[in-house]
């Protein structure tokens, strides 16, 4: 299974990243934002169902909260309930995270291919028909020739907490979720995550090789800017009609 994986994800990566850095002067900073533009213009399509859907899902809130407060001493009424309410309005509750749970084999692909580059990259994986135009990695792995990409980076830790906090307040502000009162546990969670996610991010970034602090500020900028996009020609589509 772990041969499969390497196979099908984490070789065609290595060889993608590898061609990428010969046309980038041999930067492994820019290759690696170069990669992550890539990997989340191939994604476009699964990002925007998934915050569609979540979109979907969050207009439904209202309808959900007095479900659940009508039926909230019988959980097989409520449940049914909820079906029937998700049925009605054709929309399914785990719609918004299969989108999800479909891209992160690639992410975790591309977490192991940062990782092993900046060590080492094992001649065998780089394809046959590539082997004599690609340039293999070599030090200094750097950004620019400013920053070190193998070592941390508190600058780039802190750049990519920030920007997940904008991700997380956006996520927020446009999924527009209320709670329901001093009892509504999910908006309660939904908002101490808009906060904990960006503390985390800092720490882990913190501690990990800049590369992986660079792919993460990255692909959350990405992020923040597809989601402007889908919301601008969402609303653009219901003005027109």
């Known amino acids: 299974m772990t041969d499969l994986f390497h196979i099908i994800l984490s070789q065609p990566l290595i060889n993608i990243l590898l061609l990428i850095y010969k046309f980038t002067a041999q930067d492994f900073g820019l290759a690696v934002i170069v990669l992550t533009i890539l990997i989340r213009l191939a994604l476009l399509p699964l990002t925007k169902k998934s915050i ?56 975790w692909a591309l977490y192991s291919v940062l990782i092993n580059s900046l060590k080492i990259v094992n001649a065998n994986d780089v394809y046959p028909f590539l082997s004599n135009f690609v340039v293999l990695f070599k030090e200094p792995y750097s950004l620019l020739g400013l920053i070190n990409m193998a070592i941390p980076n508190i600058y780039l830790a802190f750049l990519a907490g920030v920007l997940q906090l904008i991700q997380s307040y956006q996520m927020v502000r446009y999924q527009n979720f209320k709670s329901s009162g001093p009892g509504d546990i999910a908006a309660s969670l939904n908002k101490n995550m808009m906060f904990i996610l960006p503390v985390m991010t800092f720490f882990i970034s913190w501690k990990l090789p800049a590369a992986l602090a660079l792919y993460w500020a990255t692909t959350t900028l990405i992020s923040i800017l597809q989601q402007l996009y889908i919301v601008y020609y969402e609303r653009k589509n219901k003005i027109a009609n």
């Open 52 to 107: 569609i859907a979540q979109k979907a899902m969050s207009s439904l809130n209202p309808k959900i909260q007095v479900i659940k407060e009508k039926h909230k001493d019988n959980k097989e009424a409520q449940t049914k309930a909820l079906m029937e309410l998700y049925q009605k309005e054709k929309i399914s509750p785990f719609s918004g995270c299969l989108p999800i749970l479909i891209q992160l084999p690639i992410l």
